[in-house]
């Protein structure tokens, strides 16, 4: 999946359209501008690589958690609250 995903953004037009137009707003005035939006491109790879590690890490107890019935109750009670209110807020508003 990592290839899987590694692939399509390298033949993605839209990342590189990103990189040059967003990193240069980034660079000093004097620094090479080439080397400078390199280095925030990588910059970006490895945070974004550290979020989804810790993401990635965080859905095992995440899982446990949700496969409980009692959280599955709970949280099936709260989403309906919340379309009750919806109902209630839409029941309740005027049309103009």
Request: glycine fraction near 8%; aromatic fraction near 16%; include cysteine.
């Amino acid at each position: 999946m990592f290839w899987r995903g590694f692939l399509s953004n390298l033949l993605n037009p839209k990342v590189g359209v990103f990189y040059v137009t967003f990193l240069p707003q980034f660079v000093p005035a004097g620094a090479n501008a080439a080397s400078y939006c390199f280095w925030l491109a990588c910059l970006h790879v490895a945070l974004t690589l550290v979020w989804f590690a810790i993401l990635i890490s965080a859905t095992v107890p995440l899982g446990r958690f949700l496969r409980r019935p009692a959280a599955v109750k709970t949280l099936d009670r709260l989403t309906g609250g919340v379309f009750v209110a919806f109902g209630i807020k839409l029941a309740a508003s005027t049309s103009r």
